[in-house]
T-cell receptor, first 112, second 115 residues
Framework: QKEVEQNSGPLSVPEGAIASLNCTYS??????FFWYRQYSGKSPELIMS????GDKEDGRFTAQLNKASQYVSLLIRDSQPSDSATYLC????????????FGSGTQLTVLP | GAVVSQHPSRVICKSGTSVKIECRSL??????MFWYRQFPKQSLMLMAT?????????EQGVEKDKFLINHASLTLSTLTVTSAHPEDSSFYIC???????????FGPGTRLTVT
């Protein structure tokens, strides 16, 4: 089992819809969770961090964390074509010496 | 968010030469810096972690004599690819974090092509 797992996609949604991106992790002791966006040919950009159970909202983005289920998700409301990118889930696994473990990424395409 | 810069953004060099890539944290002190490599359509691969003033810790399979990392100050880390070969052609990305932070910020990356 991979330590951080994401559906590789591709995920396609129509413009204006909600895009839902999911990530599961294997280490129950993990405490810090991040979502990065990576456009093709560019480096990753941090868009959300979440540390506590529940929802965290920032503009059109909402991160959801459920530590009991070892599940973190990212919702993108009112999706725009400019949201088309690969979304990387990243986790500090316990005992990792604060080294991020990345999922393989989910490729999102927002269709105009 | 914090800003990390990289230079150069793109470099082409001949096989057998060395290339140095600089990574700078512009508005925070980066006690820890990370170097990643990414091949087309593949995941990020961590190459090494460096703490300011200490020797870098390399991931398994990464040749420390080929990929020289120096983190001499709290705002600058360098990666030198020595005796580069075409198979070293890749997208090299640095990342930085401060002493208290959990968030890790990436530089824009350096695309290396070895001919």
């Amino acid at each position: 089992q991979k330590e951080v797992e994401q559906n590789s996609g591709p995920l396609s949604v129509p413009e204006g819809a909600i895009a839902s991106l999911n990530c599961t992790y294997s280490d129950r002791g993990s405490q810090s969770f991040f979502w990065y966006r990576q456009y093709s040919g560019k480096s990753p950009e941090l868009i959300m961090s979440i540390y506590s159970n529940g929802d965290k909202e920032d503009g059109r983005f909402t991160a959801q964390l459920n530590k009991a289920s070892q599940y973190v998700s990212l919702l993108i409301r009112d999706s725009q074509p400019s949201d088309s990118a690969t979304y990387l889930c990243a986790v500090y696994l316990s005992g990792s010496a604060r080294q991020l473990t990345f999922g393989s990424g989910t490729q999102l395409t927002v269709l105009p | 968010g914090a800003v990390v810069s990289q230079h150069p953004s793109r470099v082409i060099c001949k096989s057998g030469t060395s290339v140095k890539i600089e990574c700078r944290s512009l508005d925070f002190q980066a006690t820890t810096m990370f170097w990643y490599r990414q091949f087309p359509k593949q995941s990020l691969m961590l190459m090494a972690t460096s703490n300011e003033g200490s020797k870098a810790t390399y991931e398994q399979g990464v040749e420390k004599d080929k990929f020289l990392i120096n983190h001499a100050s709290l705002t600058l880390s360098t990666l030198t690819v020595t005796s580069a070969h075409p198979e070293d052609s890749s997208f090299y990305i640095c990342s930085a974090r401060d002493r208290l932070g959990y968030e890790q910020y990436f530089g824009p990356g350096t695309r290396l092509t070895v001919t």
